[in-house]
């Protein structure tokens, strides 16, 4: 029987075959990017609604939306702070029990909150791409368009 002087055990080979392997894939993850953040316990500040940009006073903070892993729905209105249920199913949402407080505010800043509540009503379907989430109707038309705040 003929030996080989440079004769490399299996198991070793393999081990030093998957670290390789491994760490090329831990290298080029990087490139692909982080995923899209969740919906959930996540604020987004509407930039967009029904085609218009999203009315912001001087001294007024932003609309926002935030969907509690509990189902409930909190948020700002640009004037009210708003509060309700929402039920999500794969990629359609439908909210329950909305309302507002009720106070009076200047400007167009009622604008906003009537067209938010509007969107409300209905059920959507969303859809999140990189740190922006974006409602449509069941005709696949773009209702509101939300930017990521924070995970």
């Known amino acids: ?38 919906l959930i ?12 940009p999203a009315q912001v006073q ?4 932003p609309a926002y939306l935030v969907f509690a892993a ?9 004037c009210n702070h708003l509060f309700g249920r929402y039920h999500q199913f794969n990629t359609t949402l439908s ?13 167009n800043t009622m ?7 509007k969107l409300l009503e209905q059920p959507i379907t969303y859809i999140i791409k990189g740190k922006t989430l974006v ?3 069941n005709k696949q038309q773009p209702l509101a368009k939300f930017v990521l705040v924070n995970s």
């Open 111 to 117: 604008d906003n909150e009537s067209n938010l509540m």
């Open 135 to 137: 409602f449509f109707d």
């Open 1 to 38: 029987m003929r030996t080989s002087k440079h004769f490399i055990p299996r198991k070793p080979f393999a081990v030093l075959a998957f670290l390789m392997i491994s760490s090329l894939i831990t290298g080029c993850s990087s490139l692909i990017g982080p995923s899209s953040p969740s």
């Open 58 to 61: 001087a001294h007024q903070k």
């Open 70 to 78: 509990s189902g409930e729905l909190k948020g700002y209105s640009g």
């Open 41 to 52: 316990n996540t604020q987004w500040t509407l930039k967009e609604i029904f085609g218009q």
């Open 95 to 107: 909210f329950s029990q909305v309302a507002s407080t009720l106070m009076a505010c200047p400007g």
